[in-house]
């Protein structure tokens, strides 16, 4: 997962998008973000969909809306899903960084860009 430092975190946080969002930017993984709508993929919850309302970067899970459990005490705690086991379906696009390097990455896929060409 890296060194120790925290860089390998990124990947660690990094889950499949939808078809359409991988044919529209030309990518295949993206990291999940906080208010990005995922689909569950594995395990108990599989099909259950719901917008990020949290990310744990040093455990590599999301809790995300609508999944809940009862504590001890009683209380309405999230549940955390890694992030492997979920694919991106719809993106925050709020931040205007992550937009524009979208944006490019949408440009190369469709070959209008004048980015660099790799290869």
Partial sequence: MGRGDGSGQGRALSAHLSDELSS???IRS???RV???VKVMRGSYKGVEGRVLRVYPKEGR???????RQNSR???VPIKVHASKV???RLNLEDKLRREKLESLKSRA???GEG???G
């Fill in 62 to 68: 999301l809790a995300i809306e609508g999944l809940n």
């Fill in 35 to 37: 208010g990005d709508v």
């Fill in 87 to 89: 694919m991106l379906i």
């Fill in 74 to 76: 009683g209380e309405s």
């Fill in 30 to 32: 993206l990291r999940v």
């Fill in 110 to 112: 469709s070959g209008t």
């Fill in 24 to 26: 529209e930017y030309g």
């Fill in 116 to 118: 660099e060409t790799h």
